[in-house]
């Protein structure tokens, strides 16, 4: 098993077994209108693709595929689900927070591409690395537009504020995207960044899913952050 891809194939395995234990697709981040023939069956279908894509990445011997496969089923969410909405209301910044979720989830399976892509190594990995680089400046400034959103999300016990860390948790999305767009001190940046998200799992995710264990969301957010963490490192490692 590759311990870098550890984290990124269990946030997959877990949408996967979220999507049948809840007989839904993930919500908002996988957009799918209510009213479409077949809903049900594309559901499991949806949640089959991701426990195979995020089973095949624990082997070695099928690392690839499973890349290929969580890479190209992540990549449709952003092109199906969010990029419509995103240039449609392009002034807004909200609307590209979406697809630049889920593209740098895509990078993360682009990044473990490259590293067996031959050839295509270096392009693939500059690929993933400049694209989560947009995407993570896309949070910062979500994050800045929305700030008092963001500051609910942080555990009101953790000093000194909920707004100063919604500030600095921006701000560690800035300064990570443009270290990766750049390339400057890239690896030292998306390891931080690696860091800052596996805390939002630690102090945030897990806490709520512990509190209403009944909600849908809540483990959906909790699945899509340690998959966002998991990216993180696999860019780090072959990207950077």
Avoid: C
Wanted: aromatic residues 12%; hydrophobic residues 60%; proline residues 4%.
């Amino acid at each position: 098993m590759n311990k870098n891809s550890a984290l990124y194939a269990f946030g997959a395995i877990a949408l996967g077994i979220i999507g049948f234990v809840f007989h839904d697709f993930a919500r908002q981040w996988q957009a799918v209108p209510d009213g479409i023939p077949m809903r049900m069956t594309f559901v499991y279908l949806s949640a089959l693709l991701l426990l195979v894509g995020g089973a095949a990445l624990l082997v070695r011997r099928t690392e690839r595929l499973g890349a290929l496969l969580l890479a190209g089923f992540y990549g449709l969410w952003v092109v199906a689900f969010h990029l419509p909405n995103a240039v449609a209301s392009w002034k807004h910044i909200g609307v590209w927070n979406g697809p630049a979720e889920i593209t740098y989830l895509t990078m993360g399976a682009v990044a473990l591409l490259a590293a067996h892509a031959g050839q295509m190594r270096r392009t693939l990995a500059l690929l993933a690395r400049v694209l989560a680089g947009v995407s993570a400046a896309v949070f910062g400034f979500a994050h800045f537009n929305y700030i008092d959103f963001t500051a609910t999300m942080v555990p009101a016990w953790i000093p000194p504020s909920q707004v100063f860390w919604a500030w600095a948790t921006g701000a560690g999305h800035l300064a990570a995207g443009v270290a990766l767009v750049s390339g400057i001190q890239a690896r030292l940046a998306v390891t931080l960044h690696a860091v800052m998200m596996g805390s939002f799992v630690l102090f945030v995710h897990i806490p709520r899913v512990l509190a209403s264990p009944e909600k849908h969301e809540e483990w959906i957010m909790l699945a899509v952050s340690s998959a966002l963490t998991g990216s993180a490192l696999l860019i780090r490692k072959y990207s950077t």
